[in-house]
């Protein structure tokens, strides 16, 4: 493996996020993701996303948080991005930022979903509104 193979470690990244059945699948998701933005120099969104995603299922919030907005800057129409965004902001405790983050990802996944792909994408983001409106911390 070539420790400075962009792709490789992008896609190193990527696939952990398919791997819940092993102790050590966050942190080296995490590892790669990182890997993959040092390596970069581009900035791309893929790359920084991924790490805001490993960031989550690492628990840190914060720093999923800044990545997820870095990669929002470059890709403002990505639901995926706002709804991980919310997940990150709900882990933070922040109601109203979740809330206005999963209505974003419902009104861009509703854009896109003539075929019905993402009906319980939506939903369940309906459900985590309605939950976060009922329990304000």
Known sequence: VCSSDLMLHYYLAASYTFVNNSPTADVDMLTEARTAVTLDTTNNKDYVNILGRAYLRNRQYEDAVLQLEKALRADPTNPD??????????GLQLGEEAVNSYTKAIELYTKINSDGKYDQTILQLRKGIATIKNNPK
């Not at 991005?81 to 709900?90: A, D, Q, T």
Request: no cysteine; proline share 0%.
């Open 81 to 90: 991005i706002y709804y991980y965004l919310g997940v990150s902001y709900e």
